[in-house]
């Protein structure tokens, strides 16, 4: 099953290019910046701990994402081929004991003799209703 991949949003995107602006800056003027404020520090240092623990978090997110759609299709397959057994299991007592036997009934199956007999559709020819077979 093919998986989307979540990618990096345009804000991330954008936080990347500021980061390396900020490099730029503080390279330029030789001394680390704050761009933030006394309660809350934005510098270099903290934008790219923030930048490579969301790069984390979204590798584990993508993996975990993959994991489960190689589950699902597993699981999938796996239902299939319970889902299968059920028709094979009555066709194979059918055959074994006898189409009309109380074990088909035992085994959720209808026997032969209490089906009910297939009913003829009336058909109209010429304004006047005939069975067809």
Known sequence: MKVKIREA???VSKTKE???GMEKVDEKLNKKLNYGSDEEAITVASVKAGMLLY???LELYNKAKITV???ATELAA???EIESWAGRVLSSAKGKFN???VLIEILGGTPTSKRKAPRRKAVLI???ATKVA
Request: aromatic share 0%.
């Open 78 to 80: 796996a239902e299939k």
């Open 99 to 101: 189409g009309d036997s």
């Open 126 to 128: 010429n304004g006047n």
């Open 18 to 20: 500021r980061l390396r």
């Open 69 to 71: 759609a190689d589950l």
């Open 55 to 57: 790069e984390a978090k």
């Open 9 to 11: 949003s345009r804000g």
